[in-house]
């Protein structure tokens, strides 16, 4: 009957979805994804998936590793999910304790997580120490039943392009990516100059549907996008939406989104997810105006380490 914690094998894949799917059913995950996570991880990150046993069976899982892309040094992340059936048991702390072990190792002075907004999860991390920084909320949209606009008249200079028209040079993508990553509230500021890195770890993301994420072109240079990232089933992920410093306010990143979105509803895609930090208000305007219904929130979390 006791819990154990031991570093992932490959033939755990399968159960590791399992446990992040009834953890986190607003979010996509997949074997495939599970294992490219851990396979391609840059060796600065330190990366470890670690997962819980009881009785032979796999209960819970921790991804975690240091921000090497952090403009500050010394910044890690770890995030603790649970089978909602297996809750109570130790598994959760237990995973905590060696993912923070591995991390003071690496040299990290801080580690952050994500927790669910819920008294239960927060309870958890205040008692081992965390405090809470800042919320997002996962948003859902009917996508099978929801209403979608149509698509408007671009105007002169505008095209609508997908990333897979950028595979023989998907440059323009990562510079779009860098320049709107930058800009997105969050607690770890990020140095987003390496392009090998994002080629490797979101480009060949096996989630990542070139096909359906739009790409807006304006007079021939990207403008703005929307990433989709799906299972290849039933579930869209919105991994990244941004628009171009120069080209905020035209309306660009509803285009992108209208786009995509209907092209994977004709796809057979029917739940559209999204993520947002509470202090988008872009972004979560939009999302309203898409019809989007915020179905979950989270509360980021930190703790010094050491």
Known sequence: MTVIVRDF?????????????????????TPKSVLFGVETANPAKKYRLLVAEKDGELIGTAHAGIAYDAAEPGQSYVTPHVHPEHRG????????????????AEGATQVYAWVLDGPENLAFAKKRGYTPTRPAHFQLLDLA?????????????VELRTA???????????????EATSDEPGDISMQFEDYEDWVAHTWNDPLLDRRLTTVVLADG??????????????????GMTGTMRAHRGKGYAKLAKTDSLRRARLAGYTQAFTNNDADNGPMLTINRWFGYEICATEVRHVRALG
């Open 9 to 29: 094998r490959p033939g755990d894949a399968e159960a590791v979805t399992r446990v992040r799917r009834a953890s986190m059913p607003f979010e996509v995950t």
């Open 89 to 104: 048991q130790g598994a959760g702390g237990l995973l905590l304790r060696v993912a923070e072990e591995h991390l003071a």
């Open 145 to 157: 039943n929801g209403f979608l606009p149509e698509l408007p008249v671009l105007p002169a200079g």
């Open 164 to 178: 897979a028209d950028f595979e023989a040079d998907p440059r323009p993508l990562f510079e779009a990516d860098a």
């Open 221 to 238: 240079e990207v403008a703005a996008f929307t990433a989709a990232l799906t299972d290849g089933s039933t579930r869209y992920l919105s």
